[in-house]
């Protein structure tokens, strides 16, 4: 009976130890699966975007959000941020956002969205003002310069106006036209001397001439002298504009004033025009640009009468172009024309913003803020840092 009872309790023993090594053995399994990570679901397909589009934050619901080909944080690609003051335009950054634009006989300047200035071209007489009057492969930056609002570029010389501050002006200087009292030539910027409360600077070939806030006229250089002078009857301008050797002022009431910058002499009216709300001069006409839209033209410093300037109804924008004339209308087209030659649209201007140019070569910034330059670059006037001359717009690279 003992040795039956002592059978009994040791087959109970291994049964109790084998119970408790499976418990065991079924937490530590158990531990072991709760220590894996957990498996993130797979993620769906990335959306199949058009051209130019992508899904750049991964949210379907919102779809192809991103234009890759004019969003500057993400120019070609949604990691592919273009510099700061750089545009983006067909999937690449472009120059530095301009906010004005000018072009000399042999040389183009713009303003640049954060108050510096950009010359490229013949530097010759020291107009891209860097200082080394010697120019560059393509655009430079003009040093010491900040805060500008404004650009006047004239046939070889610059001035540019601050929001506070002087005027200050380079290149070209036989004529006075740099304001500073002497006829030297200056490749850096200089003071206009004699100048405060300055609203709007403008420039013609030899000359330049400042509106006073006040509404005054002020003008240097050709035969007014190197030191700003005022212009007697032009008083209460509104605006300024000038070409050649002319310059005229619109006053509050549509009517137009010029004078001669080859003397002292005062403004006079130009009879036959009023109701005007622009005016804008070349080195061959002077125009108006007319309340409801209709423009008309005269020879500045001729005795003929305004006469009106068919197909270029509807203007919005007056803009000078070499020898010629261009005006913008509602729909953003370009036409253009000079003396005795039938209007044209010019569709290279786009729909972008143009420059007023003295020169055989043109320039506009597209939306994008991308500045694209055309014709005549025997003198690097279109800033790809060639000798090439182009028909077509091509893209003025800015940097620095």
Partial sequence: MKRSRMARRWVRVPVLVVVGLLGCGDRASEEGRSSEPAREPP???????????ADCDGDRDNGCETDLTSDPARCGGCMSACAPGQGCGGGVCRGREPTGLGGGERFSCAVLRDGRVACWGDDSGGQLGDGSARGGPGPVIVPELSGIVEIAVGGAHVCARAARGPVRCWGENGDGQLGDGSRQDRPAPVEVTGLADVAQVIAGRGHTCARLRGGRASCWGGGQGDAATDVVGAEGALQLAAGGNHSCALDARGGVRCWSASSSSPAVPVVGIEGAVEIAVSSEQACARL?????????????TAPAAVDGAEGATLLFPRGTGMCAVDGQRRTRCWTAGRAVAVDPR???GTPMGSVGRHACAADRSSAI?????????????????????????PISG
């Fill in 43 to 53: 993620r769906p397909p990335p959306l199949a975007c058009a051209d130019g589009h």
């Fill in 291 to 303: 309340a409801d839209g209709s423009v008309m033209c005269w020879t500045p410093g001729v005795a």
């Fill in 349 to 351: 201007y786009g729909d």
């Fill in 372 to 396: 694209t330059c055309w014709g005549d670059n025997r003198h690097g006037q279109l800033g790809d840092a060639t000798r090439r001359s182009h028909e077509e717009p091509i893209l003025v």
